[in-house]
Structure formats: C-alpha cells, structure tokens
C-alpha cells in the first residue's frame, strides 16, 4: 500500500515530507522529525489549553494574526504599539547608560 503525500510543511521540522498514513492521520516521513504526529496532534487532539509547536508559529501565522487583531480593534493596536515603543525606548536607554548589556 502507498500513502499519498500531503502539501505543506512539518510543523516540527519543516519539511515537506507529510503523508497520509494509516487512519487518515498527516504524518512526516522524516527519521529525524522530533514529533512526525505533530499536525495529527494540532488537528485531531484536543489539548486542554492553547497548545502551538514552536515550529508551527511562522512569521506569516503571527503577521496574518497581529493583522486581523488590529482591524478588529485598531484602539487595542495602537495602545500595543505605543507600549511597544515605550518598551524600546527604555532598553535603548538601559543600553545607553550601560545598565543592560
Ligand atoms: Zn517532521
């Protein structure tokens, strides 16, 4: 039997070596994959709080999220981004003055 390949990317490793396995589950095909059942467990398991594999946050997931978060509610935004700033602008400082490395 054959199992069909799967479009996309491991979210544990990366690499586009998913398949169909058996039961219907999306499993990476790579040895050396550190959770090869990792999308099985995104789509099929449903852990008990927020749950993300690290690999699988990818910086078009966090744009595509940070862009729906501020047109739903641009006030929200604008009071992260001006904390955000405030933020920088006082590690600068502690860099200035040689209190942070
Ligand atoms: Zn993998």
Same mark, same amino acid.
């Given at each position: 039997?054959?199992?069909?390949?799967?479009? %996309?990317?491991?979210? =544990?490793? !990366? &690499?586009?070596?998913?398949? /169909?396995?058996?039961?219907?589950?999306?499993?990476?095909? @790579?040895?050396?994959?550190?959770?090869?059942?990792?999308?099985?467990?995104?789509?099929?398991?449903?852990?008990? %709080?927020?749950?993300? =594999?690290? !690999? &699988?946050?990818?910086?078009? /997931?966090?744009?595509?999220?940070?862009?729906?978060?501020? @047109?739903?509610?641009?006030?929200?935004?604008?009071?992260?981004?001006?904390?955000?700033?405030?933020?920088?602008?006082?590690?600068?400082?502690?860099?200035?003055?040689?209190?942070?490395?």
């Amino acid at each position: 039997m054959t199992f069909p390949d799967v479009q %996309g990317h491991c979210p =544990a490793c !990366g &690499a586009t070596s998913l398949f /169909l396995a058996d039961g219907g589950y999306i499993t990476c095909s @790579r040895i050396e994959c550190p959770e090869p059942d990792a999308v099985t467990n995104l789509l099929v398991r449903k852990p008990a %709080g927020p749950r993300l =594999a690290v !690999g &699988a946050v990818t910086r078009e /997931l966090l744009q595509t999220a940070i862009r729906d978060l501020a @047109r739903l509610d641009p006030e929200w935004w604008r009071c992260e981004l001006e904390r955000m700033a405030r933020t920088a602008h006082a590690v600068n400082q502690q860099i200035a003055m040689g209190s942070r490395p």
